[in-house]
């Protein structure tokens, strides 16, 4: 069986929840959606939840910055969408998404670390 990309961030959100030690249904009441749809979200059977649900959720679990940043661009995965932490901010820079669209068809995966180690300057 192959995984999707709607079972890694329900796998992902399942350990993350179980390793808090919180049930399923305390969590889905916490940001207010059912046990149920909370259920097939961790199972892979539904699309994972809104902005505003998905900010609940990564408060409650107290995630990490890394671990944020992980479950996030496993939530854009899922949609098929940019990382939530990163739409608002392409939509609003000009250049930014000039960038991204020369970088799709010529940028490999070094020139972005480049990129990346010069921003944080490494280089």
Do not use: H
């Amino acid at each position: 069986m192959q995984v999707n990309d709607y079972q890694r961030f329900g796998d992902f959100l399942k350990g993350k929840r179980n390793e808090r030690e919180i049930p399923m249904r305390p969590m889905a009441e916490s940001v207010g959606i059912s046990a149920g749809y909370y259920g097939d979200i961790e199972s892979g059977r539904r699309c994972p939840v809104d902005r505003e649900i998905l900010d609940s959720i990564i408060a409650i679990l107290k995630l990490n910055d890394e671990d944020k940043l992980t479950f996030y661009d496993l939530w854009g995965k899922a949609r098929s969408a940019s990382p939530p932490d990163l739409t608002e901010y392409i939509n609003d820079s000009k250049a930014a998404r000039i960038a991204l669209r020369v970088a799709k068809d010529k940028a490999s995966d070094a020139d972005w670390q480049r990129f990346v180690d010069q921003l944080e300057g490494k280089e």
